[in-house]
């Protein structure tokens, strides 16, 4: 805990004088909790985010977050319960020159048995006076897992993953309450992709799981903005498509609506389907079946056909509410509650609860 | 795939006559037109769904980095 507290007072440091620079710039620190709870595993993820401008054209962000898992799931850990924590940390830096943005973004993270850094750089161009934005994105990642969570009397496993991401989007303006989006990504995996732990059973034992050693993923997300003056409404419907190699194929529209009630408190809500096939190598049992018959084998319930639905509830409230002057007037509290409701076997329903601060300051 | 770039190609030739100037741009500067989610949020639900579902992306943002599968 020592180590993380040390870390984020690096990163607020590291991104207060390296926005420092700057004569008078505005900017915003967010501290979030998130508390997550299924039927065997819980969550706790504390994080923090910044956002500095930099110059009058210049914006860095930063985030640093801890993932504190507590599981006696057999599922995620092939049996045996485990308490693990994880770190994440990212930062990225975005300019303007005119039409065109430039980005890069970093990230790493780690926990005992993996390791994640990924790397994307971005450009952006608005055209028609601003009212159509083009995007694109692309991004490489190396991972690195083990099974280090296993008793010594576990043979030791150790693989690599690479990912590679290409993701284009067209936002446009429709009128002066309406903003549409569609975004494309194109996700390629090469390396190990099984859970080091999980074990498949068959009638004469269990086995390692064993997945295919690439995976190409697409994905096309349609978004609609709209929002309605006379009631202060606004509307957001999105509908994804997702297919990828392994023989899944999802759908997942979502609906939401944010109200505002007076000028500082938004309140809304939001119900989301999702619904996927399963992949091709996916058995509900393998009971009858030979091992050597079935060289790719799965234990992984998200590779099942599935079926959630998610509601989710939020509030926003400004410091104003509470007479609060100056910069204090600006500070955004919110807080949301989910429940999300799966149909599989593995898994079970989940609540998820959000708070959250931002802190809006000028330097 | 040659949908999608259909579908790209129509909006951006709607572009010609859906033109919004600046100064009537105060509901489309809206926070809820603009990223009804915090990055935080968005980080957060794209790491539970990708741990719990089978389709990932749409976002444009990398999704995994942890051993959640």
């Known amino acids: 805990m020592r180590s993380t507290r040390a870390t984020t007072t690096a990163l607020v440091l590291a991104l207060g004088l390296g926005a420092s620079a700057s004569a008078r710039a505005d900017g915003e ?255 509900e049992r393998y009971n009858g079946l030979d091992p050597v018959s079935q060289p790719l084998r799965t234990a992984d319930g998200k590779l099942a056909d599935i079926t959630t639905h998610t509601m989710t509830a939020k509030l926003a409230v400004m410091g104003a509410t509470f007479g609060w002057e100056d910069r204090w007037a600006d500070v955004r509290m919110e807080f949301i509650l989910e429940y999300y409701l799966q149909d599989d076997r593995y898994f079970g329903n989940a609540g998820i609860a959000h708070a959250a601060v931002t802190i809006p300051f000028t330097y | 795939m040659r949908r999608l770039l259909l579908s790209i190609a129509v909006i951006a030739s709607l572009s010609g006559c859906a033109v919004v100037r600046p100064h009537e741009r105060q509901n489309l500067a809206r926070r809820e037109m603009t990223a009804d989610r915090d990055p935080g949020e968005a980080r957060f639900r794209q790491h539970q769904t990708g741990s719990r579902e089978g389709a990932d992306g749409g976002t444009g943002e990398p999704g995994g980095g942890c051993g959640c599968n």
């Not at chain 1, 980005?103 to 990924?118: I, K, L, N, W």
């Not at chain 1, 004469?204 to 006379?230: K, M, T």
């Open chain 1, 29 to 283: 620190l967010q501290v979030r909790g998130v508390y997550y709870k299924e039927r065997a595993t819980r969550v706790q993820q504390p994080m923090l985010d910044g956002r500095f401008d930099v110059g009058d054209h210049g914006t860095l962000q930063g985030h640093l977050l801890v993932d504190a898992i507590s599981s006696a799931s057999a599922v995620a850990s092939g049996g045996a319960a485990f308490d693990e924590r994880r770190v994440e940390g990212g930062l990225g830096y975005s300019h303007v020159f005119g039409k065109l943005t430039l980005g890069a973004t970093a990230r790493y993270s780690t926990e005992p048995d993996y390791r994640s850094t990924f790397a994307t750089l971005r450009g952006q161009a608005e055209l028609f006076q601003r009212n159509l934005t083009l995007g694109l994105t692309v991004g490489a990642g190396h991972d690195q897992v083990s099974n280090a969570g296993a008793s010594d009397l576990v043979e030791r496993v150790r693989g690599t993953l690479d990912t590679g991401l290409v993701s284009a989007s067209v936002s446009q303006i429709f009128g002066e309450n309406t903003v549409g989006a569609i975004t494309y990504d194109l996700i390629l995996l090469d390396g190990f992709q099984q859970n080091p732990y999980r074990r498949v059973p068959f009638d004469n034992g269990a086995f390692n799981e064993v997945h295919p050693d690439s995976r190409v993923r697409q994905a096309a997300a349609l978004s609609l903005r709209r929002f309605v003056p006379r009631t202060e409404t606004t509307v957001i419907a999105t509908y994804r498509f997702y297919r990828d190699d392994w023989g899944i194929v999802a759908h997942t529209p979502e609906l939401r609506f944010a109200q505002a009630a007076g000028d500082n408190v938004v309140f809304g809500g939001g119900y989301r389907f999702h619904v996927q096939t399963a992949a091709d190598f996916w058995r």
